[in-house]
């Protein structure tokens, strides 16, 4: 089991980017998928995209995609979510979570984060 803790949330305009930080504890953060989610307000969490354990496939939400980029260092025990292109429909707060079985379902992941706001103004 790996202990996950976010970062680099916070406030920013329209058509602005963010860098969110998801670091890792245990000795076998290189094993697992990650995923990111978000939940807004009043509303359910919402799988945003996912990475391999290698880094080498990701996939993403349509709502997401062609702006948001997932990546992993696993040699610093990171996973980053780069947000492009924020609309104000992105505010959330984000988390992110190891995978324990296929799927995108919040269920299909382990070991959450204590999330990270992102506030998108117009």
């Known amino acids: 089991q790996v202990q996950l803790v976010e970062s680099g949330g916070g406030s920013v305009q329209a058509g602005g980017s963010l860098r969110l930080s998801c670091a890792a504890s245990g000795r076998t953060f290189s094993s697992y998928g990650m995923g990111w989610f978000r939940q807004a307000p009043g509303k359910e969490r919402e799988f945003v995209g996912a990475?391999?354990?290698?880094?080498?496939?990701?996939y993403y939400a349509d709502s997401v995609k062609g702006r948001f980029t997932i990546s992993r260092d696993n040699a610093k025990n990171t996973v980053y979510l780069e947000m492009d292109s924020l609309k104000p429909e992105d505010t959330a707060v984000y988390y992110c979570a190891a995978r324990v079985k296929s799927g995108s379902s919040p269920s299909d992941f382990g070991s959450w984060g204590q999330g990270t706001q992102v506030t998108v103004s117009s």
């Open positions: 990475i391999s354990w290698s880094g080498g496939v990701t």
